[in-house]
T-cell receptor
Framework: AQSVSQHNHHVILSEAASLELGCNYS??????LFWYVQYPGQHLQLLLK??????LVKGIKGFEAEFIKSKFSFNLRKPSVQWSDTAEYFC??????????FGAGTRLFVKA | GAGVSQSPSNKVTEKGKDVELRCDPI?????LYWYRQSLGQGLEFLIY????????KSGLPSDRFSAERTGGSVSTLTIQRTQQEDSAVYLC????????????FGQGTRLTVV
């Protein structure tokens, strides 16, 4: 069965530090990849997505992610985090049957 | 509607009672998902409806859980004989049925079984 692994459950950073959140998936077919974010007290919302083309995708608020097919990875990055990036981040994979599976999430806390 | 709407937003129920959670997806979205969000467990897939196809129920944790989607729109998740371990936030999401489209989430129903 397909699955999504997020390596870090909790991350604490100071403002201006760089961020990289790992995501690996297990599925042999074509996938579409997503990162969602849930700010405190808010809905889950899309941060960025990959479905084809350039494996480096850019999303909102300066976030980007790189799809490395050979590693089944879709890591999220941001060069310089802000206090307002404090949130929970979820990696998700949408398979050929269009079912979307999520990782366990990573809680990011940015110290001001 | 403008977004995915879930009701109620909070539900407290006694152990052993049945509960029904409702989801109104975005108009025109033929795919509908239910997930359960528990502390430290991430988003657990429960069930997926896609148009008129048979739903993918592979994530339902027990036969106490069931869901239906009437008329291809509104969905109801029913939990029978609730247990304390059912306490969680139940999230509904909808999307267009294509690979590159994202899911849009409701605000969730926080279920507490006492």
């Amino acid at each position: 069965a397909q699955s999504v692994s997020q390596h870090n459950h909790h991350v604490i950073l100071s403002e201006a530090a760089s961020l990289e959140l790992g995501c690996n998936y297990s599925y042999g077919g074509t996938v579409n990849l997503f990162w969602y974010v849930q700010y405190p007290g808010q809905h889950l919302q899309l941060l960025l997505k990959y479905f084809s083309g350039d494996p480096l995708v850019k999303g909102i608020k300066g976030f980007e992610a790189e799809f490395i097919k050979s590693k089944f990875s879709f890591n999220l990055r941001k060069p310089s985090v802000q206090w307002s990036d404090t949130a929970e981040y979820f990696c998700a994979v949408k398979t050929g049957g269009f079912k979307t599976i999520f990782g366990a999430g990573t809680r990011l806390f940015v110290k001001a | 509607g403008a977004g995915v709407s879930q009701s109620p937003s909070n539900k407290v129920t006694e152990k052993g009672k049945d509960v029904e959670l409702r989801c109104d997806p975005i108009s025109g979205h033929t795919a509908l998902y239910w997930y359960r969000q528990s502390l430290g467990q991430g988003l657990e897939f429960l069930i997926y409806f896609q148009g008129n196809s048979a739903p993918d129920k592979s994530g339902l944790p027990s036969d106490r859980f069931s869901a239906e989607r009437t008329g291809g729109s509104v969905s109801t998740l029913t939990i029978q004989r609730t247990q304390q371990e059912d306490s969680a936030v139940y999230l509904c999401a909808s999307s267009l049925v294509s690979g590159d489209t994202e899911a849009f989430f409701g605000q969730g129903t926080r279920l507490t079984v006492v």
